[in-house]
């Protein structure tokens, strides 16, 4: 059972243009949801996160979305660039877990064409 | 700079054969943790630790198991290799257990398991 979704395998944006990568949840007890991005032959890295009590937030060209009443986040990138190209992961913690909780999606592919 | 090391990069076994994949972080952190990653699918935890001497399971440990002599090394030992154990390794670690919510959790590049 996926606690964690992201429904789209793969993205393709020009350069230049949004890139809008979506995740969905079905547990409520999730409380930080965060986004690791993943270049191929390399281990993921942390990317950007948001807390429950926030619906926003911002680093530079990404944002972070939270729907909480719709379980979904969604993370923006503004504008995008071809060093984007790699594979995002959303992932989501709840309180009564340590970082051994962690639960991950399965990525999305995103390409990012010049 | 080393930050968290995983060897052997790839690796072919053939079924029942037994393997060590090695993990060092020069970050002395207390928190490690081996995932997998299968095939157009999420990172699943198969153990962690949170010292020297500490080990527990994590959501898919059956046919694996792990030691933490030392802060530094985190090795994962495969028995009787399977098929069904062809993946990509990740070895991260953190100094914290809150990384599931701070984001400092740090990856290895990952290791290429081949189980014929």
């Known amino acids: 059972d996926q606690q964690v979704k992201q429904n789209s395998p793969s993205l393709s944006v020009q350069e230049g243009r949004i890139s809008i990568l979506n995740c969905d949840y079905t547990n409520s007890m999730f409380d930080y949801f965060l986004w690791y991005k993943k270049y191929p032959a390399e281990g993921p890295t942390f990317l950007i996160s948001i807390s429950s009590i926030k619906d926003k937030n911002e680093d530079g060209r990404f944002t972070v979305f939270l729907n909480k009443s719709a379980k979904h986040l969604s993370l923006h990138i503004v504008p995008s660039q071809p060093g984007d190209s790699a594979v995002y992961f959303c992932?989501?913690?709840?309180?009564?877990?340590?970082?051994?909780?962690?639960?991950f999606g399965k990525g999305t592919k995103l390409t990012v064409n010049p | 700079n080393a930050g968290v090391t995983q060897t052997p990069k790839f690796r072919i076994l053939k079924i029942g054969q037994s393997m060590t994949l090695q993990c060092t972080q020069d970050m002395n952190h207390n928190y490690m943790y081996w995932y997998r990653q299968d095939p157009g699918m999420g990172l699943k935890l198969i153990y962690y630790?949170?010292?020297?001497?500490?080990?527990d399971k994590g959501e898919v440990p059956n046919g694996y198991n792990v030691s933490r002599s030392t802060t530094e090394d985190f090795p994962l030992r495969l028995e009787l290799a399977a098929p069904s154990q062809t993946s990509v390794y990740f070895c991260?670690?953190?100094?914290?257990?809150?990384?599931?919510?701070?984001?400092?959790?740090?990856f290895g590049e990952g290791s290429r398991l081949t189980v014929l």
């Open positions: 992932a989501a913690s709840a309180p009564q877990g340590g970082s051994e909780k962690l639960v």
């Open positions: 991260a670690s953190s100094y914290s257990i809150m990384a599931g919510r701070t984001g400092e959790l740090f």
């Open positions: 630790s949170v010292g020297a001497g500490i080990t």
